[in-house]
């Protein structure tokens, strides 16, 4: 019985997923139609390494995972400040930058991917504790030292 169920529940998922796949195509297309744009053909893909870096320079993605996970542990861990969240998102944007650049001369891999979204992601987090002028759950902060639950 629960075998048919989940059968049932994965074929509906995905005959959602095709609709609203043709829902947005639909939709996207309508809107060239409607600019008087026409849809040509998408430019091959290039599988050249032609001006690209070597994986010799793979040392530097690995460096900066190993960066991305020190900021987030030292300076956006449980105990943070101001001071720390600013110096995060300093060395965060450096980090960004880097990235940016790196990822314009190397070919495309899962590990600078991966590096691009830490760094994402690294970059919501400490938004976030830094509009958080309160201690809240595990994390607390040192420039605010009411707990969330304290204040009522």
Request: aromatic share 10%; net charge negative; proline share 1%.
């Amino acid at each position: 019985m629960m075998k048919r169920f989940l059968a049932w529940s994965l074929s509906l998922t995905m005959l959602i997923g095709l609709s609203g796949t043709a829902w947005a195509a639909g939709d996207i297309s309508g809107v060239f139609y409607d600019t008087g744009e026409t849809i040509t053909e998408a430019p091959t893909w290039s599988l050249d390494d032609q001006g690209t870096l070597t994986n010799e320079e793979k040392v530097l993605i690995t460096q900066s995972v190993k960066e991305v996970g020190e900021i987030m542990s030292n300076y956006v861990g449980i105990v943070r400040s101001d001071l720390r969240l600013k110096r995060a998102w300093t060395r965060l944007d450096l980090l960004y930058e880097e990235t940016e650049e790196l990822y314009k001369h190397v070919k495309a891999t899962r590990d600078i991917c991966e590096l691009r979204n830490m760094i994402n992601v690294g970059y919501l987090i400490t938004r976030q504790a830094i509009e958080r002028k309160e201690c809240r759950g595990l994390h607390y902060t040192t420039d605010y030292p009411l707990h969330a639950y304290d204040k009522k």
